[in-house]
């Protein structure tokens, strides 16, 4: 009957649709942060550099923006997004609540190190990150979705990759690629990547990575002035691999302290042609 069949296909569409509101409502989103030398600028790659770095407490001057349009991205979707900045340094020397809001990231927990914490961050890490994880409801873990912010100066892609695996996580990961490795190979190396993580040598390289959303127009029209202006990359940076060329030509034993100067002298403009070649590339 025509009235049957009309209600019908009526109740079913109610069904469908609520279905959908209650999905959307459910969607949640996490995006877990490391802070130093994925969103701060430390130079973990040196332990002077780290020093020096530490104090000044800058920001990579792209991701405050990077990451709150990210957030109302998503949350003009529906979902509901949680920051959580999940640092292997130590709350008794480092106020991480300050520097966030200092710089406008959006809101969210920081946890930091305490002297009971696990003395490996790998386990550090896993750990803390697992239990903001276990922490959400039923419905929010099975409607979850995590973007994890990490660099390749410790073990962020390890530990991130790991709990992807072990907690059957939908998952991106992005690492930035702080030792130069995954950007420069240099001879006799592979690029150390790896399935499923997203490297990335400045924010640019966003763009490729295929996720949506990452880039809002503002933000990569602020990407783009940054890198016009040479301003993406912090000077440690270079500075990391020129040692990597240095260590690989055998630098320190060199004949004389003449030969040495030299073949540093080398690797300095090895380091910075590679660089220039890298921002100069469409």
Not at 114 to 120: A, C, I, Q
Not at 225 to 233: D, F, P, Q, T, V
Request: charge should be positive; charged fraction near 25%.
């Amino acid at each position: 009957h025509p009235y049957i069949m009309a209600s019908m296909w009526k109740r079913m569409l109610h069904l469908c649709l609520l279905s959908f509101i209650f999905n959307v409502a459910w969607a949640k989103t996490l995006v877990i942060s490391d802070i130093d030398d994925t969103i701060k600028m430390t130079n973990n790659m040196s332990a002077i550099g780290t020093i020096v770095h530490f104090f000044d407490n800058d920001p990579f001057p792209v991701m405050p923006i990077l990451y709150r349009d990210l957030k109302s991205q998503l949350e003009a979707k529906g979902e509901t997004v949680e920051f959580s900045y999940v640092s292997g340094g130590y709350r008794a020397i480092f106020n991480g609540d300050k520097f966030i809001k200092k710089n406008k990231f959006p809101k969210g927990k920081v946890y930091l190190r305490n002297l009971k914490s696990p003395s490996s961050t790998f386990t550090y890490k896993y750990l803390t990150i697992t239990k903001i994880i276990e922490d959400l409801s039923e419905e929010d873990r099975q409607n979850l979705t995590v973007y994890f912010f990490g660099d390749n100066a410790a073990y962020d892609a390890d530990v991130y990759w790991q709990l992807t695996r072990d907690l059957s996580l939908k998952s991106h990961i992005f690492i930035r690629d702080v030792q130069t490795k995954a950007t420069f190979a240099l001879e006799g190396e592979s690029p150390e990547q790896a399935k499923g993580l997203h490297y990335f040598f400045t924010e640019r390289d966003l763009k490729q990575s295929g996720v949506e959303p990452l880039l809002s127009e503002a933000s990569a029209k602020k990407i783009e002035e940054l890198h016009r202006s040479k301003k993406l990359l912090p000077n440690y940076i270079r500075k990391t691999l020129k040692t990597r060329i240095s260590k690989k030509n055998n630098c320190i034993n060199q004949n004389d302290l003449a030969a040495v100067v030299k073949c540093n002298k080398k690797a300095k403009e090895e380091a910075l042609r590679l660089i220039d070649a890298y921002l100069t590339h469409e």
